[in-house]
């Protein structure tokens, strides 16, 4: 399973993007789904999650900002990403978990929120 990860870049804060991650393989629709990032000096921390049913959870700093989302035809998995903040800066990384079985992890992509 490879997951590649899209959509990062400079933003300008109270921007937007939207990353998208485009699985190969065929686990997608069996997996959780998640967004995770890495600041630099911090520990990887969990964005947002959505399951196979498409219940979200979210981290409270991105609650109301952020919204995650999964296309299973398309093997891809998204995340909306409004009124960004410098504090959003960080690497982005997508990741697909079946809990007890499998858990692959994506490269990341650069979100910068500076002006």
């Known amino acids: 399973v490879q997951l590649q990860a899209s959509g990062g870049g400079l933003v300008q804060p109270g921007g937007s993007l939207r990353l998208s991650c485009a699985a190969s393989?065929?686990?997608?629709?069996?997996?959780?789904m998640g967004w995770y990032r890495q600041a630099p000096g911090k520990e990887r921390e969990l964005v947002a999650r959505?399951?196979?049913?498409?219940?979200?959870n979210y981290a409270d700093s991105v609650k109301g900002r952020f919204t995650i989302s999964r296309d299973n035809a398309k093997s891809t998995l998204y995340l909306q990403m409004n009124t960004l903040v410098p504090a959003d800066t960080a690497v982005y990384y997508c990741?697909?978990?079946?809990?007890?079985?499998?858990?692959?992890w994506g490269k990341g992509t650069q979100v910068t929120v500076s002006s």
């Open positions: 393989g065929s686990i997608f629709g069996m997996s959780v």
């Open positions: 990741n697909a978990w079946r809990p007890g079985l499998t858990n692959y």
């Open positions: 959505i399951t196979t049913l498409s219940t979200t």
